[in-house]
């Protein structure tokens, strides 16, 4: 059974920086690709960021090329999103998630992925 656990969410001021983590268990997580999602309040949820498998590709939604950096230890089977230069626009929970291809690709649509995460709030104040 995979399981995703969000970590790392909370209060932070405009300007400021978070990194969430995402522990992940159930399957051989270096051979999957992974996301990052987020809904805000009133919104459809939305793609923030993908990372392929060894060797890795990263893509970003627009808002966050510059800011946001997604990464990932497959030897602590931990999925990570830094984000910097954060605004309020940027408040919403964060959603880690988990492909179904064990592929080199990496993948923005949500329809491709199979496992989530419960999400973790990321607040960010004026």
């Known amino acids: 059974q995979v399981q995703l656990v969000e970590s790392g969410g909370g209060l932070v001021q405009a300007g400021g920086s978070l990194r969430l983590s995402c522990a992940a268990s159930g399957r051989t997580f270096s051979d999957y690709a992974m996301g990052w999602f987020r809904q805000a309040p009133g919104k459809e949820r939305e793609f923030v960021a993908a990372?392929?498998?060894?060797?890795?590709?990263?893509y970003y939604a627009d808002f966050g090329k510059g800011r946001f950096t997604i990464s990932r230890d497959n030897a602590k089977n931990t999925l990570y999103l830094q984000m910097n230069a954060l605004t309020p626009e940027d408040t919403a929970v964060y959603y880690c998630?988990?492909?179904?291809?064990?592929?080199?690709?990496?993948?923005?649509?949500?329809?491709?992925?199979?496992?989530w995460g419960p999400g973790t709030q990321v607040t960010v104040s004026s």
């Open positions: 990372i392929s498998r060894f060797p890795t590709k990263t």
């Open positions: 998630a988990g492909s179904r291809f064990n592929s080199a690709n990496y993948y923005t649509n949500q329809d491709d992925y199979d496992y």
